[in-house]
């Protein structure tokens, strides 16, 4: 078993900064990503994409390639395709590579395991031909096969990214159907500070948008009550507008996003406390303002901490490795704190600017809390739900009782998909925050392991 | 004395399997009765246990009892109008040698010898293999009983539940006992939030943390808490009827009808009771793993997709205390089942209800008495 200074799961942006800076320091440092290359989600295959695909992605996306060259060129001991499966007691860590389980103990942890997208729970979700605006852009980040004439449905920055990214490769999206409630700017304004702090971020998102609707795509605002429908597969989308009910027949694809919450699985596996923020809707890790979680030689950092995007990920994660290189003695005091002044000083200059995007892209009610009765919550046990409203009308409040009743979350996926829903329905209910519901508690291992790899764990002496 | 948030013939302190069952008994039998549960219902050990419904292996101080439970477990679902997930499928214990085959007869030989009308039956390879064609060529026979199988224990936890609910019981959740004081025949009980409730009995069936509540009566018992893993794969093709044990292993595997394949084994990990905190130890559930894989090479590829563990007594002699306090009239136990009590549970219901009600009971429980010595906990075991 290896001894490190620092371990750090996940090589996005948060990441590989934290590397960087945390090697820089003299630390040893283990970096374990589950994908082939560095770059996380956001940066996904850069160093090896297509120039045409690079091209269609984006200057931001290329943008990357400085972060992870620079974890490359570190002597930070970077281990890809590392599925971490358990990290126990904020000591020791476990993860599954090809070739077997390996483990290892360090000093610190940095978890720096990104976001996830919010599932949106509409009624024909599940079925064949609906897929998330994430899933789609990662099919052009594989070089794999993207679809042609695709209705983008949701709100958020990812939503106009994509249907720009699409229509640079030739591949234009039947329509954009926008469901940011028009309420939402008007309270967005009211945070104008963080408004003019990110106006070169909302000018690019204007582009985007400028984009898509040169292109002639139909774009529908203030848009409501979204439905799919098919007999075997997607045929059909509806939807509302303030002019009335619409219906799009013969869709093929249809992606959907509504913004992204923490991907805190392996945090809360290790026994971090979490509690849930209001304003982004998603639980959310208790830590101190530099990412210091309940567990001292734990941090969290990047989105997995709270979505703030790319920028303000490369900075969380320099704050939690400075702060992990002054625990262990590797910076000095002074030099410590003009760091952290450094730093924190533009992390909330990017907490300004994402405090006026949480509001303008705050998910409407319809779209986390389903009408329908039949609409499924779980999509791997089908609950649904009316399971749910039967469970809390009957005085339920406690998730993982509900999960017990209902094995809602206990499929393959393993709650990653439920999870935001069944909460973001309790606080709906007023059950949270200061309600008495509980966060879920998610189960080791964080990923599936195969039996022949966990047997390989403990030699021969199995016999008694 | 303060005024009390409310009153009933019985209190029964934890909603496990145990006090749900209990209150069910109680209240068919006209008693008023409150369950008195810290968290909520079936939240430790009686709602994520492996759901074994088996006499195959028993104590014999135990298989009177557990054959009691055996038929209630087979009325079940009518007696209580709800599902709880049980389906007699048989429970093997499989000899991989001849040493552990002629353990097995012994077992046999020992059942037949107790006079019970009940038996273990050796089958041999031929059988063995038809009946488990999945399981590993170099088996070569078992112990079986046809009428044992699993259930799902939340489902029948609640199940209990409900039924004693409809007849009006009463089940306080968040109810943390700190404080139990007796006198005129009465207990009072007070709870962490401050409500109190007196009853004229009072059944201690916390688990876990029975020891504490049987130290607030004045018993006093060796309980360690301990939580034993279990983890489950992803669904699989149908491939196994019977849930399968091992002579010579750690093991306990058997596949849901979801597809789903559960392993346990009695692989155990620390727990923390004060804060209910479960651990996981990977090096108990790789010997899980490694012992699966043995008996079943299909198993190699199989992916893992859950581990955890309950939080449950062990007694000493691992046998459970049921009956009637030794130190304070009228007040009774039934935990410390160290991880093999979901079966017991409908014959403890009934057979501890009658005890409480000076009924005739339908089973000697003076094997489990509280102060027996194999139990004695460190307190008296110094004086």
């Given at each position: 078993m290896g001894h490190y200074d620092l371990i750090i799961v996940g090589a996005g942006p948060a990441g590989m900064a934290a590397a960087v800076k945390a090697g820089a320091c003299g630390l040893r440092v283990l970096i374990l990503d589950e994908q082939a290359r560095p770059g996380g989600q956001i940066y996904r295959n850069v160093e090896i994409l297509a120039p045409h695909l690079r091209q269609a992605l984006g200057e931001d996306y290329s943008r990357g390639e400085d972060a992870t060259r620079a974890l490359q060129n570190s002597l930070v001991e970077y281990r890809p395709n590392a599925t971490v499966l358990h990290l126990d007691q904020g000591r020791s860590i476990v993860w599954s590579q090809h070739d077997g389980l390996h483990s290892a103990s360090a000093?610190?942890?940095?978890?720096?395991?990104?976001?996830?997208?919010?599932?949106?729970?509409?009624?024909?979700?599940?079925?064949?031909?609906?897929?998330?605006?994430?899933?789609?852009?990662?099919?052009?980040?594989?070089?794999?096969?993207?679809?042609?004439?695709?209705?983008?449905?949701?709100?958020?920055?990812?939503?106009?990214?994509?249907?720009?990214?699409?229509?640079?490769?030739?591949?234009?999206?039947?329509?954009?159907?926008?469901t940011a409630p028009p309420e939402n700017y008007v309270q967005a304004l009211r945070q104008w500070r963080g408004a003019v702090a990110g106006r070169e971020l909302l000018l690019k998102g204007w582009h985007?948008?400028?984009?898509?609707?040169?292109?002639?795509?139909?774009?529908?605002?203030?848009?409501?009550?979204?439905w799919a429908s098919g007999k075997r597969r997607l045929e059909s989308v509806g939807f509302r507008t303030h002019t009335g009910w619409h219906r799009l027949d013969a869709v093929s694809h249809l992606f959907l996003h509504q913004g992204l919450v923490p991907n805190d699985q392996l945090a809360a596996i290790a026994g971090c406390e979490r509690h849930w923020n209001s304003r982004q809707l998603s639980w959310q890790v208790i830590t101190d303002p530099y990412g210091r979680t309940s567990i001292p030689s734990i941090f969290v950092a990047g989105d997995a901490m709270w979505i703030a995007g790319a920028d303000s990920a490369a900075l969380t994660g320099q704050v939690a490795a400075v702060c992990v290189a002054s625990d262990l003695g590797h910076l000095p005091a002074d030099l410590y704190a003009l760091e952290l002044e450094r730093l924190m000083k533009s992390v909330q200059e990017q907490a300004r600017i994402r405090a006026f995007l949480d509001i303008l892209f705050r998910p409407p009610r319809w779209a986390v809390v389903p009408r329908e009765e039949e609409t499924v919550i779980c999509r791997c046990e089908d609950v649904q739900m009316k399971h749910l409203d039967d469970y809390l009308s009957a005085g339920g409040d406690d998730?993982?009782?509900?999960?017990?009743?209902?094995?809602?979350?206990?499929?393959?996926?393993?709650?990653?998909?439920?999870?935001?829903?069944?909460?973001?329905?309790?606080?709906?209910?007023?059950?949270?925050?200061?309600?008495?519901?509980?966060?879920?508690?998610?189960?080791?291992?964080?990923?599936?392991?195969s039996l022949d790899q966990l047997a390989a764990l403990s030699g021969d002496g199995c016999r008694q | 004395m303060q005024a009390m948030n409310g009153s009933s013939d019985v209190l029964i302190i934890g909603g496990g399997i145990h006090g749900c069952a209990l209150a069910f008994h109680l209240v068919r039998s006209g008693a008023s009765v409150r369950v008195l549960e810290k968290d909520y219902p079936g939240r430790h050990a009686s709602g994520v246990n492996a759901g074994g419904v088996r006499t195959l292996g028993r104590h014999p101080a135990e298989l009177p009892l557990s054959l009691i439970a055996k038929r209630c477990w087979k009325g079940l679902a009518d007696l209580l109008d709800s599902d709880v997930g049980f389906s007699a499928v048989g429970q093997l214990?499989?000899?991989?040698?001849?040493?552990?085959?002629?353990?097995?007869?012994?077992?046999?030989?020992?059942?037949?010898?107790?006079?019970?009308?009940?038996?273990?039956?050796?089958?041999?390879?031929d059988d063995l293999h038809r009946m488990v064609p999945a399981l590993s060529p170099h088996c070569i026979g078992a112990l079986y009983v046809a009428d044992d199988g699993h259930a799902s224990p939340f489902r029948a936890t609640t199940a209990y539940r409900l039924a004693a609910e409809r007849l009006g019981a009463c089940f306080e959740r968040g109810a943390e006992v700190v404080s139990v004081t007796a006198g005129h025949d009465r207990f009072h009980v007070t709870l962490r939030d401050g409500r109190s409730f007196g009853a004229d009995r009072l059944v201690n069936c916390a688990g876990a943390w029975g020891g504490r509540i049987a130290a607030l009566v004045g018993d006093d018992i060796a309980l360690e808490p301990n939580g034993s893993m279990l983890m489950v794969t992803m669904r699989m093709p149908a491939f196994l009827g019977p849930v399968v044990g091992a002579a010579g292993r750690s093991l306990s595997f058997k596949q849901f009808a979801n597809g789903s394949v559960l392993i346990g084994g009695g692989h155990r990990a620390p727990v923390d009771i004060d804060r209910n905190g479960t651990s996981i130890d990977l090096m108990g559930l790789a010997r899980a793993a490694q012992n699966a894989t043995a008996l079943f090479p299909r198993m190699k590829n199989a992916k893992a997709l859950r581990f955890w563990s309950g939080i449950e007594g062990f007694t000493s002699d691992h046998l459970p205390v049921i009956g009637p306090s030794a130190s304070q009239a009228g007040a009774f136990h039934a935990f410390g089942f160290s991880a093999h009590g979901f079966q017991l549970a409908p014959a403890v219901g009934l057979v501890l209800s009658q005890a409480i009600l000076g009924a005739t009971t339908a089973c000697d429980l003076s094997a489990f008495r509280v102060d027996r010595e194999s139990i004695r906990g460190s307190v008296t075991k110094g004086a």
């Amino acid at each position: 078993m290896g001894h490190y200074d620092l371990i750090i799961v996940g090589a996005g942006p948060a990441g590989m900064a934290a590397a960087v800076k945390a090697g820089a320091c003299g630390l040893r440092v283990l970096i374990l990503d589950e994908q082939a290359r560095p770059g996380g989600q956001i940066y996904r295959n850069v160093e090896i994409l297509a120039p045409h695909l690079r091209q269609a992605l984006g200057e931001d996306y290329s943008r990357g390639e400085d972060a992870t060259r620079a974890l490359q060129n570190s002597l930070v001991e970077y281990r890809p395709n590392a599925t971490v499966l358990h990290l126990d007691q904020g000591r020791s860590i476990v993860w599954s590579q090809h070739d077997g389980l390996h483990s290892a103990s360090a000093k610190r942890f940095i978890l720096s395991t990104g976001a996830l997208e919010r599932p949106f729970p509409i009624d024909g979700w599940t079925l064949p031909g609906v897929m998330t605006v994430g899933a789609a852009q990662i099919a052009l980040k594989s070089g794999g096969a993207a679809a042609d004439n695709a209705v983008l449905a949701g709100s958020g920055p990812l939503l106009w990214l994509v249907a720009s990214q699409y229509l640079r490769l030739g591949l234009k999206p039947r329509a954009v159907l926008d469901t940011a409630p028009p309420e939402n700017y008007v309270q967005a304004l009211r945070q104008w500070r963080g408004a003019v702090a990110g106006r070169e971020l909302l000018l690019k998102g204007w582009h985007l948008q400028r984009e898509v609707r040169a292109s002639g795509t139909p774009v529908y605002r203030n848009v409501s009550d979204l439905w799919a429908s098919g007999k075997r597969r997607l045929e059909s989308v509806g939807f509302r507008t303030h002019t009335g009910w619409h219906r799009l027949d013969a869709v093929s694809h249809l992606f959907l996003h509504q913004g992204l919450v923490p991907n805190d699985q392996l945090a809360a596996i290790a026994g971090c406390e979490r509690h849930w923020n209001s304003r982004q809707l998603s639980w959310q890790v208790i830590t101190d303002p530099y990412g210091r979680t309940s567990i001292p030689s734990i941090f969290v950092a990047g989105d997995a901490m709270w979505i703030a995007g790319a920028d303000s990920a490369a900075l969380t994660g320099q704050v939690a490795a400075v702060c992990v290189a002054s625990d262990l003695g590797h910076l000095p005091a002074d030099l410590y704190a003009l760091e952290l002044e450094r730093l924190m000083k533009s992390v909330q200059e990017q907490a300004r600017i994402r405090a006026f995007l949480d509001i303008l892209f705050r998910p409407p009610r319809w779209a986390v809390v389903p009408r329908e009765e039949e609409t499924v919550i779980c999509r791997c046990e089908d609950v649904q739900m009316k399971h749910l409203d039967d469970y809390l009308s009957a005085g339920g409040d406690d998730i993982n009782e509900f999960k017990s009743a209902t094995r809602c979350g206990m499929g393959p996926c393993q709650g990653r998909l439920c999870a935001p829903t069944v909460a973001a329905i309790l606080a709906d209910r007023g059950q949270l925050p200061g309600g008495k519901a509980r966060p879920p508690r998610p189960r080791p291992p964080a990923s599936p392991v195969s039996l022949d790899q966990l047997a390989a764990l403990s030699g021969d002496g199995c016999r008694q | 004395m303060q005024a009390m948030n409310g009153s009933s013939d019985v209190l029964i302190i934890g909603g496990g399997i145990h006090g749900c069952a209990l209150a069910f008994h109680l209240v068919r039998s006209g008693a008023s009765v409150r369950v008195l549960e810290k968290d909520y219902p079936g939240r430790h050990a009686s709602g994520v246990n492996a759901g074994g419904v088996r006499t195959l292996g028993r104590h014999p101080a135990e298989l009177p009892l557990s054959l009691i439970a055996k038929r209630c477990w087979k009325g079940l679902a009518d007696l209580l109008d709800s599902d709880v997930g049980f389906s007699a499928v048989g429970q093997l214990r499989i000899a991989e040698n001849e040493d552990e085959l002629e353990k097995l007869r012994h077992r046999r030989d020992l059942v037949s010898g107790l006079g019970l009308d009940y038996r273990e039956e050796i089958i041999g390879a031929d059988d063995l293999h038809r009946m488990v064609p999945a399981l590993s060529p170099h088996c070569i026979g078992a112990l079986y009983v046809a009428d044992d199988g699993h259930a799902s224990p939340f489902r029948a936890t609640t199940a209990y539940r409900l039924a004693a609910e409809r007849l009006g019981a009463c089940f306080e959740r968040g109810a943390e006992v700190v404080s139990v004081t007796a006198g005129h025949d009465r207990f009072h009980v007070t709870l962490r939030d401050g409500r109190s409730f007196g009853a004229d009995r009072l059944v201690n069936c916390a688990g876990a943390w029975g020891g504490r509540i049987a130290a607030l009566v004045g018993d006093d018992i060796a309980l360690e808490p301990n939580g034993s893993m279990l983890m489950v794969t992803m669904r699989m093709p149908a491939f196994l009827g019977p849930v399968v044990g091992a002579a010579g292993r750690s093991l306990s595997f058997k596949q849901f009808a979801n597809g789903s394949v559960l392993i346990g084994g009695g692989h155990r990990a620390p727990v923390d009771i004060d804060r209910n905190g479960t651990s996981i130890d990977l090096m108990g559930l790789a010997r899980a793993a490694q012992n699966a894989t043995a008996l079943f090479p299909r198993m190699k590829n199989a992916k893992a997709l859950r581990f955890w563990s309950g939080i449950e007594g062990f007694t000493s002699d691992h046998l459970p205390v049921i009956g009637p306090s030794a130190s304070q009239a009228g007040a009774f136990h039934a935990f410390g089942f160290s991880a093999h009590g979901f079966q017991l549970a409908p014959a403890v219901g009934l057979v501890l209800s009658q005890a409480i009600l000076g009924a005739t009971t339908a089973c000697d429980l003076s094997a489990f008495r509280v102060d027996r010595e194999s139990i004695r906990g460190s307190v008296t075991k110094g004086a």
